[in-house]
């Protein structure tokens, strides 16, 4: 899977992309105990600011009808989109995102949907009062939403769906984490010390995980 964003602050989702298992699907070595071989995603960025006319390189202009902020101007998310997937020739393959408050409310079924029919998720975040309606219109785009709340951009969001989405790409978690993933645990898991010694209280384990008994454990876990 290929993962495209739009961004103006590419810099900041970067960092987070490159870490730890996306860090990892993008690299060619095996993951841990994973039967797939080679690189399992890849993440691209592509900031509208480069593409801008202008000669201090705005992106962003007053609303039409009036109102408070700014609006994304059409042109470089246009540009940015064509330089991203414009080329490929199976648009079948392409899904194209835009980052809405007002969208469809992700959830780990959308990704699953994303992560078998799509080879190409172009994930457009918004920034100031959003995005010249028209790319949603030309690109016939889906409005994506993570969630009832109203953030500063769409960076947080586009995040989100790569990660939840790449997730279920074969080969992205090592066996083991597939496995924990699949399992229905009860959520709580704990590590050393087995007694946790905090403000003169003294936190346990709970018995049955130190036993070794699997077949309770499992019923201890499916219980929870
Ligand atoms: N008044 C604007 C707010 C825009 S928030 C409006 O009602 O649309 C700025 C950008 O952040 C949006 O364009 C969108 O890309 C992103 N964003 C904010 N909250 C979001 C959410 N819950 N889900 C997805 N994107 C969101």
Redesign the pocket.
Known sequence: MHFHIITLFPEICQAYTDASILGRAQKSEKGKGAKVKGKKISVSYYNPREFSKDKNKKVDERPYGGGP?MV?QAEPVLKAWEKAVGRKKDQSKVKTL??????RV?TQDVAKEYAQKYEHLVL????????DYRVNEILGAE????????????????LTIVDATARQIPGVLGTFESLEEERVTSGKSYTRPEVLKYKKQEYRVPEVLLKGNHAEIEKWRGDK
Not at 98 to 103: E, H, L, T, V, Y
Not at 124 to 131: D, M, N, T
Not at 143 to 158: D, H, I, M, Q
């Open positions: 902020g994304m835009i980052m809405s408050p007002r969208g992700f457009i975040s918004g920034r100031y009062e959003g995005i409005e994506v939403s993570v969630g009832e709340y109203v953030l500063t951009g769409g960076e947080l969001p586009a």
